[in-house]
Structures are given as structure tokens and as C-alpha cells.
């Protein structure tokens, strides 16, 4: 998992070449997004939308892409958690996504602030879309392939 600010995107490329796609995106927008979902080329895709927040939710994780969730306006809450910690529901493969119930021993509360975006690996199981500080936030979730 990890957690920064969009500025040091450039910083996580070595690792993550794919991350090329989101700069670019990102540059040739000029900082306005447009809402909806766009197909970046090499896999990696974005959805761009303003979502109201919860006092709860479900871990979730991906098998086949990588999240990179940016907030873009407001603020959200999310929370982290070692894949190994928690138990699933079921892999749906054709969404690429399982859910978890319960809480694991360990993991971590993240909060997100405009400009700030967290990378989750298939290890890392993510509770998205909390509320911190706003009632609404609008991010863009990039979906890298692995």
C-alpha cells in the first residue's frame, strides 16, 4: 500500500511503470477530470465520479488490477488491512473484486485529503469510500493491471 500526494507521483514509476499512463492522463486534463470512465491504453483504466460517503463498509480486495484511488475534491476515509487478515465472501472474477466481512487485527485509518491518492496491491484490502471531515468526495479510481 501507499499513500502520498499527486506531485510525488513520478517518484513510484520504477516501480510501477503503468503509473506513465495515469501521469499522462492526469497532464493532459489539466487538472479538470471529467466524470465517467475512460480506457487509458496498456489496461489501465479510470472511473471518475463524486460519491457520497458512509460510516461503514466492507473491506474489499483485486486479484487482476492494482487501485490507485485520488481524491480529487473534499476528503475521504479509508482503511487498510493485510489481505491475510481477513476471511472473503466469494471472488467474483468477473468484477475482479471480493468482499470481507469483519475487522482484521491489524490494518491502518487513512485519511484523504484533495490532491492525496493511496495504491492498493492485490495484498492490500481496502475499505473505500468513508466519510472524513465531508459528506461527498469526487475522486478518480485508476485500475492498473498487475
Not at 499522462?24 to 477530470?33: F, Q, R, V
Not at 482503511?79 to 487485527?105: M, Q, V
Not at 492525496?116 to 465531508?134: E, S, T, V, W
Request: proline share 5%.
Amino acid at each position: 500500500m501507499v499513500l502520498d500526494r499527486i506531485e510525488n507521483l513520478d517518484a513510484y514509476l520504477p516501480a510501477l511503470p503503468a503509473l506513465a499512463r495515469v501521469r499522462e492522463y492526469l497532464a493532459a486534463s489539466g487538472g479538470m477530470l471529467p466524470d465517467g470512465g475512460a480506457e487509458l491504453g496498456g489496461g489501465v483504466r479510470v472511473n471518475v465520479a463524486e460519491n457520497a460517503l458512509a460510516q461503514t463498509g466492507r473491506y474489499e480486495a483485486h486479484r487482476r488490477f492494482i487501485d490507485l484511488q485520488l481524491v480529487l475534491e473534499g476528503s475521504e476515509a479509508m482503511e487498510w488491512a493485510p489481505l491475510d487478515e481477513l476471511s472473503g465472501g466469494g471472488y467474483d472474477e468477473a468484477r475482479d473484486i471480493e468482499f470481507f466481512e469483519g475487522e482484521p487485527a491489524g490494518g491502518a485509518a487513512l485519511g484523504l485529503t484533495a490532491g492525496m491518492f493511496a495504491i492498493f496491491y492485490p495484498q492490500d484490502a481496502h475499505k473505500p469510500g468513508l466519510r472524513h471531515r465531508h459528506d461527498r468526495a469526487r475522486k478518480a479510481v485508476f485500475k492498473i493491471p498487475v
